[in-house]
């Protein structure tokens, strides 16, 4: 029996680690220990519950307008006693955020195995997104295993000088909640939204909070959208507007009381699914929406001004346009009014994962381990 503790702290990372989470406790020689950090609180509650997943330790650390310090510490602090007490055989972490550098470098400091879901993500810009793109450098640097979801993933850690045989290439783990959550296709949308929508209307998804967007960037972005429903009298906007007061205040003073533009409270999981669905295309600059969305069809207009995923942008599944006013409205444009433009992004193949993602990481940690020998089938890319 090995132990193998999961760590994670926001919703992205609980989505994602979901699946991987449900594999092992499918398997009688592992035993699962789930440890939050709740550097998001409410918002990864959806996710337990939408699993029924259970932690098994809960350090509760969300505090309001909290830093990237506070986060940090508070993690380091509360993850200290628990691998004391658990001794985990592997460390298991997802993604980019300031809970999982903390959660990688305490398993370090406990000379304990780290695995990296989601590994080998680069913009090769340390600011941008920040502070994700450092958080992952320096997590594959601490990492014993890398589970990387492309083949530009992986061609990435190569170059960081990761040894190629501790490199796997697993697809992203996201695509195995996706396919989850569409078999039991159970949503049941807000009475708010269920109100705003008109059906002969086109819906336009929107979801931003990335830290480098703050300020004056989000102000350019809601301008844009204020002139997109204001040119095209067929769309509707269902902007789900994050917690954090950063986003709130700009979101709410540039688009409050604007004709066909719905504000949401950050929804249920499952919600936000069929929100996507039923929409004509996405903006955001969300790394998780610009993997679900080609699965569904639904082309991405990415607000960055670049990305650590551009597979998508070279499968066609999605366009890079930035912040810059002009350019989302006119990209916007482009593709509500070009019928042969918005069809190809939507019949684009989504080149991050098959839904298989969890089940190689585990068989990948059954033979770190040498509990089991199992023949890896890696993702094809």
């Keep these: 029996m090995i132990k193998v503790m999961a760590v994670f702290g926001t919703r992205p990372e609980g989505i994602k680690m979901a699946p991987v989470v ?3 406790k499918s ?5 699962p220990i789930v440890v939050l950090t709740a550097q998001h609180r409410q918002m990864l509650d959806q996710v337990m519950n939408l699993f029924d ?4 330790y809960d350090l509760d650390i969300m505090k309001d307008r909290q830093t990237l310090s506070d986060i940090t510490v ?5 993850l200290e006693k628990i691998m004391e007490e658990v001794k985990p055989d592997i460390v298991l972490v997802q993604g980019d955020t300031t809970t999982v550098l903390a959660g990688a470098l305490s398993a370090f400091y406990h000379k304990i195995p780290v695995g990296h879901v989601e590994a080998g993500l680069r913009t090769d810009d340390m600011y941008n997104p920040f502070p994700e793109e450092m958080n992952r450098r320096i997590v594959s640097s601490l990492a014993s295993i890398h589970f990387a979801p492309t083949r530009e993933a992986k061609e ?9 045989n501790k490199i796997y290439l697993t697809g992203n783990t996201v695509v195995d909640s996706l396919q989850y959550i569409l078999a039991k296709n159970d949503v049941v949308y807000p ?3 269920v109100k705003f929508h008109d059906d002969k209307k086109k819906i336009l998804f929107v979801e931003t909070h990335r830290r480098e967007n703050l300020g004056e960037p ?4 809601c301008r844009a959208l204020k002139r997109i429903v204001s040119e095209h009298k067929d769309v509707e906007i269902v902007f789900s507007v994050h917690r954090n007061p950063a986003v709130r205040d700009v979101v709410f003073a540039e688009l409050s009381n604007i004709d066909r533009v719905l504000l949401m409270d950050p929804v249920d999981y499952p919600v936000m699914i069929g929100l996507m ?5 996405v903006l955001t600059d969300s790394g998780g929406l610009q993997e679900e969305a080609p699965s569904i069809g639904k082309p991405v207009i990415v607000l960055r001004e670049n990305t650590e995923r551009p597979e998508g942008l070279r499968a066609g599944t999605a366009i890079l346009a930035g912040t810059d006013e002009n350019k989302v409205f006119e990209i916007a444009s482009l593709l509500l009014r070009d019928n042969d433009v918005y069809e190809k992004m939507a019949k684009a193949v989504n080149p991050y994962g098959d839904g298989k993602a969890s089940d190689r990481i585990v068989d990948i940690i059954l033979n770190f381990k040498g509990v089991e020998s199992r023949v890896i089938d890696e993702f094809a890319g």
Excluded: Y
Aim: charged letters at 35%.
């Design 277 to 281: 669905k039923k929409s004509f295309f």
């Design 191 to 193: 009475d708010e939204f």
């Design 74 to 78: 508070r993690v380091l602090t509360g």
């Design 27 to 31: 398997e009688k020689n592992i035993q």
């Design 53 to 56: 997943l259970k932690a098994d």
């Design 218 to 221: 989000m102000r350019n972005i």
């Design 22 to 24: 449900m594999k092992l």
């Design 156 to 164: 990435n850690l190569l170059k960081f000088g990761v040894d190629e």
